[in-house]
């Protein structure tokens, strides 16, 4: 029996087609994925290719690229900028943008030294100050969208320039101001890490994860009479994802491990995710990004959302800007400048978030600053210029923007057939 793929009634047996395909097994599971992949769903394709090729490009230039203690360092770069990156994946799944990431994570480095050392403050007393600040100037930004029509990209713009001058006056005419290196925070910052058992007992739960919550689902489909991904498909994601985090944690074992702040921040990604996909702020928050009047008139309140999204970016930068005061071991006036915002819009939209709106993911930080850091860190070992380095990153964001630009309009070509 054949259909008309251009109609409705069609369509839906083609959505059939393919879960039926995925309830066949492996090859069914394969087959849809190359139909995601040839409607212009590329997910984290691109950047997981890049990734591959910098380690290979770098490794042949210079060996102590790929080794166990240099890889361990890179991840501890990628904790600071990468919790950052995590707040601005939330402002660019609305389609807006914050420019100013990088002067909040500057001023709160400032407050923290302010508070900590100068005033006499409890770490945890002036961390809290610095997070509230976040929040607050999230909260303003949000505030001036909603009820003035501000665009985002100017009062941002206008937010980086005031934080960076709040930064200034804090400071005053040191500059800076240095952390005792003996005070846990700083430790944390810079050379704490993991025990290996804890590592190795941390890189198991995701594939158990991944096999509990796929049964579930499942039996759920069953239950309800539907068709579900078969048990094979969710035995291999489970074990292949559990072979691959245990290579890795046993290689970084070879030096000196897994560093407490990387994991952090990868289970900051990990908790963001659930937000993202698995509740109803989540869903929302991608609606609102993808059509903000049609999820208005679907009940949605866009302004609040708007308020979250905006308040969780700034709150993330701050916290960024404190983990790099640990990392630096002080907080001074070039902290948050440079490329720093930079870096952590990039990593965005590097690792796959959309500036269109409406898609993208927490592990799309997670990737993008680890290809950002990957970069950097190998040029570094080559003993090249930092000129070079802004040169390919900046080829890098314009390819991936290049990639979102042709994935979006093929899924709309797809939609329209």
């Not at 006036?333 to 915002?341: L, M, W």
Request: charged share 10%.
């Amino acid at each position: 029996m054949t259909h008309n793929p251009n109609s409705v009634a069609g369509q839906a047996l083609d959505r059939a087609d393919t879960r039926v395909r995925q309830d066949e097994g492996l090859g069914g599971a394969l087959r849809a994925f190359i139909d995601r992949v040839r409607s212009g769903d590329l997910g984290m394709i691109p950047v997981a290719v890049g990734l591959v090729v910098i380690s290979v490009i770098f490794t042949s230039l210079n060996p102590v690229f790929i080794r166990p203690g240099n890889v361990s360092n890179l991840l501890y770069d990628c904790a600071t900028t990468g919790i950052i990156s995590l707040g601005v994946v939330c402002v660019l799944l609305l389609g807006e943008i914050d420019l100013s990431v990088g002067s909040m994570s500057g001023l709160a480095s400032a407050i923290l030294g302010v508070l900590w050392i100068n005033n006499g403050w409890h770490p945890a007393g002036a961390i809290l100050v610095a997070l509230g600040m976040g929040a607050a100037v999230g909260a303003l930004y949000a505030k001036l969208f909603n009820r003035v029509g501000m665009p985002t990209f100017v009062a941002t713009l206008a937010g980086l320039l005031a934080l960076l001058g709040l930064q200034l006056y804090l400071l005053g005419s040191t500059g800076s101001i240095n952390l005792p290196f003996a005070q846990p925070l700083v430790r944390f910052g810079q050379n704490l890490y993991m025990p290996n058992w804890l590592s190795f007992i941390l890189a198991l739960i995701p594939g158990a994860a991944v096999l509990w919550t796929g049964f579930r689902a499942r039996a759920r489909r069953q239950a309800a009479g539907l068709t579900g991904v078969a048990m094979s498909v969710i035995l291999v994601k489970a074990v292949a994802l559990t072979v691959v985090l245990l290579v890795v944690v046993l290689y970084l074992a070879q030096g000196r491990g897994v560093p407490w702040m990387f994991g952090l921040f990868v289970l900051l990604v990990v908790v963001m995710d659930y937000a993202f996909t698995r509740t109803k702020w989540g869903r929302s928050l991608m609606a609102v990004g993808g059509n903000r009047e049609a999820a208005r008139r679907a009940g949605i309140n866009v302004r609040r959302i708007y308020l979250s999204a905006f308040v969780l970016c700034s709150t993330f930068a701050a916290l960024g800007g404190v983990l790099a005061a640990a990392r630096l071991g002080s907080s001074s006036q070039q902290a948050g400048s440079g490329d720093v915002n930079l870096n952590a819009i990039a990593a965005a939209v590097i690792g796959g978030t959309s500036l269109f709106g409406g898609r993208g993911s927490a592990y799309s930080a997670l990737l993008g600053i680890i290809v950002i850091q990957a970069i950097s860190n190998g040029l570094t070992l080559l003993n090249l210029s930092s000129s070079l380095r802004y040169m390919i990153l900046g080829g890098v964001l314009a390819l991936a923007v290049i990639v979102d630009s042709l994935a979006r309009r093929s899924r709309a070509s797809h939609g329209r057939a």
